[in-house]
């Protein structure tokens, strides 16, 4: 045995001849070049024909106004709704429109809730750039989730532009928060959602630590849109890649402006990574290799960990932003919602 | 209240007229244009630097034998050992040479440890695309996880082309294995690498498994060559990006070549993403979101959960492959090993 010392290391100069394989110092942008890239092998073909799907038509359209939006937000939604029926039908789930103290909402329930979770519900907070998928067309993430998870789901059907903007789809989030609150232990309710939905999620739980209101004992935001700022590494690298947002410059960083209404972007209840994460309830993010939101998924849960909240990452093979609420007969849709499912029954209360 | 039915959806043509933002389907590749990426505000100074480096160098070198690669591992090892005494200083570390049932290996151990760590020690497998990183070029990983783990390391610096090819690398691996075996409770016990050190880590507990070895009572391969057929979304995506990797057709897939010396690159033994993963010990993940085994991580960490093994994922905004070993003052490296030994806390006797 021999112990290291400086003098112990050989010096470079010995291998000058040698083809080093190494990085030289410098600063600076890198330039990627164009590039070809194949719908991959290596997930289910149901989430293949998601990723072969071309970068969205009109993901350029940046409508600046709630008047604006309306029109694209229903031409959206009444594609959308049209999968919903078979989508019930298939996991198995009804659902119910209602009012919760002034806020639409839905509830959603499976055929079958499972035992363990016959005390518990969600609140589920859909996606859409705070813009988009009014009614029935936010429904699909809480029917798998209900349908997946067997469990009973309230979905808020907030308010957006042009009916009303921020905070106002926080506070529908919080009205409904309340009110479940009057019904059900916090400890054995979770709130999650995705893009938007997954933004939203973390805003309540900053918004009811400000207000002093019991926590959810977990959450899961989806890719959530955590930085409205674009700043954000992915934003850039898989711009043009992502075939849902496309690019930082499209359509959803156009939806939260309108949403914002003014509000600084960087407010924590408009971009919830600049929140403070401490005594956040344990929570699962979910992302994938090509989500534009990549970093704000990342970012999230490792500023939840610095703050000591257990927090569990689930990143998915070739997945763009929010393609595991696309198709429910894809494997991969049940995957995520059934480790979510796992992390909310190791979590909540009974 | 009222229950959903197919007749209660409005029809898409009443809103022909909107634009919306929808995907129309289609099959096939995406074509990305070329692009300027800057270093992300979003890490610390120390880990923009290493993000502002130009791709490395000859990354297009394609050694076809042992021989050839030899003078361009040495060269690079030469490089690479020069930081090495800083490291040791700065997280008081200090490392014997040694060798264990004919194995050359290191000691690599904390001036301190931890309590909790007395009678725990870890196995170290270095990276290196099997044939690099030999000798003490291959000692940083285990500096930063005794320095900032305070705990015990074996270092092993197994056998390589020219001197062996596969299984050399593993069989010294598992050498060293049944050698601590004989003093210490394999539960209080982990196995951790990076990039070929993730996936010989892997292949330790699949080569385990096999010979009816007791297994570690937890293991983190770090961003592991799983995959070595060029399989996995991201050698493309993020292709020309990382700057360590480079390209699924640089030198790290040929110098896995040449250590397989014919055998088929799909054997869970080069692979081990095709292997199977039941009864793995609980496993900590860690990547980026530039690096190119992204997917190879992320399809392990998949599996892993399928196969019902607790498996946590760690993924670092902006870094490349294998970033979190460049520079022990960046708080991002910290900040990986000290997640790594909470996982390994959690989850190993004492």
Redesign the interface.
């Known amino acids: 045995?021999?112990?290291?010392?400086?003098g112990l290391?050989?010096?470079?100069s010995?291998?000058?001849?040698?083809?080093?394989?190494?990085?030289?110092?410098?600063?600076?942008?890198?330039?990627?070049?164009?590039?070809?890239?194949?719908?991959?092998?290596?997930v289910s073909p149901q989430l293949q024909?998601i990723i072969?799907?071309?970068?969205?038509?009109?993901?350029n359209?940046l409508p600046k106004t709630g008047e604006e939006w309306k029109?694209?937000a229903?031409?959206?939604a009444?594609?959308l709704?049209?999968n919903?029926?078979g989508m019930?039908e298939r996991l198995k789930v009804?659902?119910?429109?209602?009012t919760i103290d002034g806020v639409r909402a839905y509830?959603v329930t499976p055929e079958t809730v499972a035992p363990e979770n016959r005390n518990r519900q969600l609140i589920h907070m859909h996606g859409g750039c705070y813009v988009?998928n009014p009614g029935?067309a936010g429904l699909p993430e809480a029917i798998f989730m209900a349908g997946f998870g067997h469990i009973k789901v309230i979905s808020v059907d907030y308010r957006m532009p042009p009916e009303a903007s921020f905070p106002a789809a926080l506070d529908d989030g919080i009205t409904v928060w309340k009110a479940a609150l009057k019904t059900t232990n916090p400890k054995n309710m979770a709130i999650f959602g995705t893009s938007a939905g997954g933004a939203l999620t973390l805003e309540m739980v900053l918004k009811a630590k400000e207000l002093g209101l019991p926590l959810p004992g977990a959450i899961a935001p989806g890719t959530p849109m955590s930085d409205v700022t674009k700043?954000?590494?992915?934003f850039?690298?898989?711009?043009?890649?992502d075939?849902?947002l496309v690019s930082p410059d499209g359509?959803c960083d156009a939806g939260a402006k309108v949403y914002a209404n003014g509000r600084d972007l960087k407010d924590p209840m408009l971009s919830p990574v600049y929140g403070d994460m401490t005594g956040f309830p344990p929570t699962i993010l979910t992302s994938g290799?090509?989500d534009l939101l990549?970093?704000n998924t990342?970012?999230v849960?490792?500023k939840l960990?610095?703050a000591g909240v257990e927090a569990?990452?689930?990143?998915?093979?070739?997945m763009s932003h929010a393609h595991y609420i696309r198709d429910d007969t894809a494997p991969e849709s049940k995957?995520v919602f059934e480790?979510i499912q796992g992390f909310f029954d190791k979590h909540l209360g009974k």
Chains 1, 2 share one sequence.
Do not use: C
């Not at 009804?94 to 209602?98: I, N, R």
């Not at 700043?231 to 992915?234: E, I």
């Open positions: 045995m021999r112990l290291f010392g400086l290391f050989v010096s470079a010995v291998f000058a001849a040698a083809p080093a394989i190494a990085q030289t110092p410098a600063s600076g942008p890198i330039d990627v070049p164009a590039k070809t890239i194949q719908v991959p092998t290596t024909k072969a799907m071309p970068l969205r038509s009109n993901w359209l029109p694209v229903d031409a959206g009444a594609a709704v049209k919903v029926p019930l009804k659902v119910e429109k209602t509830i988009l029935e700043v954000g590494d992915t850039y690298t898989n711009a043009m890649l075939n849902v359509f290799t090509r990549l970093s990342v970012r849960h490792r960990r610095q569990q990452l689930q990143v998915y093979e070739g995957e480790e």
